[in-house]
């Protein structure tokens, strides 16, 4: 089930994230996995975890890029989704603002 | 030193207090068994030690490690903080949670050369990340007064490549254990063992040794043997690292492919970094940290390529060429 885009995101306290260029890599140092984020996933990471709702990430990035805005809605619930489910982030209280 | 020498026959019934120092992967080593290693210059206080297990603390630090018997290769850390490798049937390790002593035990008559295999390399990588280093799986030649190494798993053929640089004039700086040090805007590489472990038939081809060369272990397991280079053929002064070639899997490169040096892309030169770190035993989330932030270091000031080719060793020549071009 998605997360309500009221939501925020915080980054697990395992996680280490490096920048390598516009691009990144993640260390989960739980699981000892590692993760590496393109250019476009590695802006998605950085707006999410900014301290905002998801619905504010969703409206940072629909002024960025070129895109349908159902497409990066769905993009970004399923993005947001394998996040949680590899347990990069933890999802925080949802906003009360609309 | 004789081939055939074991290390039982050096060690006395009761052994000596005579020790004797080393300089390997630039720290200093002291040993209470005599390496075939030049001896290191003056005095100093020791990184390492190796020494001999007294028996009964030996079994009394592992008596609650369970050994699997389908292994050759049991690695166990135990909960004080030593790690515990051991080789079935010829010798096992104890490593100190700090690095600075490494403990051994001899199971069977095993030869010099194959306790200093083991010992003075994946037992050493051990001792070197509790240290606080993080060496790379890498054979490593000089070319031009840099450092220039060759980076992968086991069986990839880097030792062969190494060999084939040698022969050309490119000394050997380090075989398997590859131990960095940041200095300013640079990497400095150190010499490891002045030794190939090679193919019989690679060390013919490229190192005109027809000798047999020594047995890596006791048990036929290993169908490379251990040849001992020459001063000219081995450096023996840390080097700046120049570049590290990447090379790709056997498996993944076919007969007819063309060799190929590229770039990296920087995310993909990290986790190429991140994959050949010679030790993957030690974990833990300390490690693991520093070992990320030493491989995102690293790929900053250090060009990472990419190196693929078929393995035809005839052909190395030519890889040699692509790569010396590379360098250029």
């Known amino acids: ?98 | 030193m004789s081939l055939t020498n074991t290390i039982v026959e050096q060690e006395q019934p009761r052994l000596t207090e005579q020790t004797y120092d080393y300089i390997l992967y630039g720290l200093r080593l002291r040993s209470r068994v005599k390496l075939t290693l030049a001896g290191a210059p003056g005095e100093g206080i020791a990184d390492i030690e190796l020494s001999p297990a007294e028996p009964h603390w030996m079994e009394a630090k592992i008596s609650a490690v369970e050994l699997d018997d389908s292994d050759w290769i049991n690695i166990h850390a135990l909960p004080c903080g030593w790690s515990y490798v051991r080789y079935d049937g010829m010798f096992d390790f104890l490593i100190s949670p700090s690095g600075g002593c490494i403990i051994y035990r001899l199971l069977a008559e095993v030869s010099l050369e194959s306790f200093q295999t083991y010992a003075l390399g994946r037992i050493f990588s051990f001792a070197l990340v509790q240290k606080g280093y993080e060496p790379l799986h890498a054979a490593t030649v000089v070319v031009n007064q840099r450092a220039v190494a060759f980076l992968g798993a086991s069986t990839f053929g880097k030792s062969s490549l190494a060999a084939c640089f040698v022969t050309a004039g490119y000394p050997l700086l380090t075989d398997d254990v590859l131990r960095l040090e940041e200095q300013g805007d640079r990497y400095i590489a150190f010499p490891g063992p002045p030794r190939l472990k090679l193919l019989p038939r690679v060390a013919r081809l490229y190192l005109e040794d027809v000798s047999a060369g020594t047995p890596i272990n006791n048990k036929s397991r290993h169908p490379k043997r251990v040849f001992s280079l020459t001063a000219s053929q081995s450096c023996a002064t840390p080097t700046p690292l120049g570049a590290i070639y990447a090379v790709t899997a056997p498996r993944k490169v076919y007969r007819r492919q063309r060799i190929g040096v590229g770039s990296l892309p920087p995310v993909e030169a990290l986790v190429k970094v991140l994959s050949f770190t010679h030790n993957h035993e030690l974990t833990g989330k300390e490690r693991l940290a520093r070992q990320f932030d030493a491989a995102r270091r690293l790929i900053d000031k250090v060009p990472v390529r990419s190196l693929s080719y078929p393995r035809i060793l005839e052909s190395l020549p030519e890889v040699r060429a692509a790569i010396l071009a590379d360098l250029e």
Request: a negative charge; hydrophobic letters at 40%; proline letters at 3%.
């Open chain 1, 1 to 98: 089930m998605p997360i309500p885009f009221s939501s925020r995101l915080a980054v697990s306290t395992d996680v280490m994230i490096r920048q390598v260029g516009d691009e990144a890599v993640l260390l989960d140092l739980k699981t000892e996995r590692y993760l590496g984020l393109d250019d476009v996933s590695n802006r998605i990471w950085h707006v999410l975890t900014a301290g905002g709702t998801v619905q504010a990430a969703y409206d940072t990035l629909l002024g960025e890029f070129d895109v349908d805005p159902g497409r990066l809605r769905s993009d970004l619930e399923e993005f947001v989704q394998q996040l949680l489910q590899f347990g990069l982030v933890e999802q925080g209280a949802e906003s009360k603002q609309a």
